[in-house]
């Protein structure tokens, strides 16, 4: 236990249960590390260093008595700067939000405490989870642990990179294009988008009604397994949640893939927007390893990234002008150049357009569904590209859309996000697996055979 920070969250829960680890030392030990290290890698807008250590004795008393509150006893996460934590700020960025103090938890957060956990602070994320890596707002872009030079990916960039530096084993981010999964990419972790409507977004600032997912971000399959399983659930005052079946998602990390049908969408890098080399031949081995492993590889087709994007971006900035629109009327010089400029693209969408963006929405679901009773799990790319430098405007923009995750926020499927191992530069590249509506158990087990055969989750940058 010399190197708490790189503790997994079920290891620390468990050595906590046992009484091997104290609360207070491990928040105590990630506290330390925030203090030196995050003035590198801005990963947080506001560390609650009392209340956490005060939640961290209350979790050793508990402890102690033999009452410990759930999977998740005394183990510290971080929460995106757009997820309402009470009596804390929720800015989303934002100087349009510096004071907007948050009244009660979200449900995930409340989810989370309700299962044992310690929030450790609100963390950075591209503003009100559009923007990009700003330079003029009230509070600095996260970096990349593997590189500082380098873009974490977004917008929940503060999750990506506080998780993949060792601040925290476990974070909470949103995706409605991508986001929790650009972070996950570039800075080599694991993230999940669930199945739409499986977590609650109630008390999560909203992008977009219909594309918006909560989601773990962890540095292992099996914290990603135990993180969902504390969040997940039907809440009845969000209208876009689903009752599911009982997860159950970490019953089946180790099964066989004997016999499992792996399809391979190929085309997303190879003909839609081809791959940098390098990601190609990570999402290659990635293929071979699972097939080493038992798994049946299979071809499929989808639609294509040109036409997945163009239906989420008609959505997405549609209903983001709806939410933004009496703010940028009002005070647009309080918003970031980069957010700014994407938000008033919704100002020029037609109903028209968003009613045959959601119609082709329809059919690509149904395509994907099409695709899902010949296959298990479909693999395909993340990232085209590794992680550009994020002091790069132009190289931003460039590699930003270079991405196949956008399809399942239109579709909504649960997709999952890790790395496929490191470039030649020392950055990491990335894979997706993507399964059924509320199979998550799946995916995560395709995720794990890929994990434990590769050992992606030993891999740690060197950030000291």
């Known amino acids: 236990m010399s190197e708490l920070h790189w503790m997994t969250a079920g290891a620390a829960a468990r050595a906590i249960a046992t009484r091997e680890l104290s609360p207070v030392d491990l928040t105590k030990a990630l506290l330390d590390r925030i203090e030196r290290l995050d003035p590198k890698l801005n990963a947080f807008i506001r560390v609650d260093g009392e209340a956490a250590l005060q939640a961290a004795k209350a979790a050793e008393a508990e402890a102690i008595s033999g009452r410990l509150r759930g999977p998740l006893h005394g183990v510290p996460v971080g929460i995106k700067d757009i997820i309402d934590v009470a009596g804390l700020p929720t800015t989303c960025h934002s100087k349009i939000l510096e004071d907007n103090v948050a009244a009660a938890d979200a449900v995930c957060v409340e989810k989370l405490r309700g299962a044992g956990a310690i929030v450790l602070g609100k963390l950075s994320t591209h503003e009100f989870a559009i923007g990009g890596p700003s330079f003029d707002l009230p509070w600095p872009p996260a970096r990349n642990p593997w590189n500082t030079d380098h873009h974490p990916g977004g917008s929940s960039s503060g999750s990506g990179s506080g998780v993949a530096a060792g601040l925290f084993p476990m974070a909470l981010g949103t995706d409605t294009g991508g986001s929790v999964r650009n972070p996950a990419s570039c800075c080599g972790i694991v993230g999940l988008k669930p199945t739409y409507g499986l977590v609650s977004r109630r008390g999560v600032f909203p992008l977009s009604f219909t594309l918006d997912h ?251």
């Open 214 to 464: 909560v989601g773990p971000m962890t540095r292992t399959v099996a914290d990603n397994a135990l993180m969902l399983e504390a969040i997940a659930g039907h809440d009845p005052l969000d209208p876009g949640s689903a009752a599911p079946p009982r997860g159950h998602y970490a019953a089946g990390l180790e099964r066989s893939l004997r016999g499992l049908r792996v399809g391979f969408v190929r085309h997303f890098h190879e003909i839609d927007t081809p791959a940098d080399p390098e990601v190609t031949a990570g999402l290659e081995h990635v293929a071979r390893t699972l097939e080493m492993e038992g798994a049946e590889l299979h071809t499929v087709k989808l639609p294509t990234l040109g036409e997945f994007g163009a239906v989420n971006r008609v959505i997405l900035q549609s209903e983001a002008w709806s939410i933004h629109a009496p703010w940028l009327g009002e005070r647009p010089e309080d918003y970031g150049m980069l957010s700014r400029r994407r938000l008033m693209a919704g100002a020029f969408m037609s109903s028209g357009d968003y009613v045959l963006a959601s119609r082709r929405r329809l059919e690509m679901i149904a395509e994907v569904e099409a695709a899902l009773r010949e296959v298990d799990v479909l693999l395909c790319a993340s990232s085209m590209d590794p992680a550009c430098r994020i002091d790069q405007p132009a190289e931003v923009d460039r590699t930003y859309p270079r991405q196949a995750r956008t399809p399942f926020n239109v579709t909504g499927h649960p997709a999952l996000a890790m790395m496929a191992g490191l470039s030649a530069g020392g950055l990491p590249v990335s894979v997706q697996f993507v399964g059924r509506y509320f199979d998550e158990a799946t995916v995560f087990a395709v995720a794990r055979a890929w994990e434990r055969a590769a050992g992606t989750d030993k891999k740690h940058p060197a950030i000291i």
